[in-house]
């Protein structure tokens, strides 16, 4: 059974950091090409990065660069977004999609808030 769990989302301050995680299971995860997304509300869902699993190779939308970092754990089947110096903007749902087949996850609520 393909499952696509995100976690580690809650409530932060400004400034603050967080670390999501989004686990695999049923797929080649080393075959895989995974994304982050987050949508805010009101707005549409955004693109942050990808990670392609065989090589560890990343790419970054400009709105993240420099404060968001993925990576990934072949042996545990899971992608990190590693999130620092959040600001109250970056408040949203966050997904995971894996590639190819276009798989979600049900995401995850980052909160930023003083």
């Known amino acids: 059974q393909v499952q696509v769990v995100e976690s580690g989302g809650g409530s932060v301050q400004p400034g603050g950091s967080l670390r999501l995680a989004c686990v695999v299971s049923?797929?080649?995860?080393?075959?895989?090409?995974m994304s982050w997304y987050r949508q805010a509300p009101g707005k549409e869902r955004e693109p942050l990065g990808t990670?392609?699993?065989?090589?560890?190779?990343?790419t970054y939308n400009e709105s993240v660069k420099g404060r968001f970092t993925i990576s990934r754990d072949n042996t545990k089947m899971t992608m990190f977004l590693q999130m620092n110096n959040l600001t109250p903007e970056d408040t949203a749902v966050y997904y995971c999609?894996?590639?190819?087949?276009?798989?979600w996850g049900q995401g995850t609520q980052v909160t930023v808030s003083s």
């Open positions: 999609k894996v590639s190819p087949g276009s798989l």
């Open positions: 049923g797929l080649p995860f080393s075959r895989l090409v």
């Open positions: 990670i392609v699993n065989k090589d560890g190779s990343t």
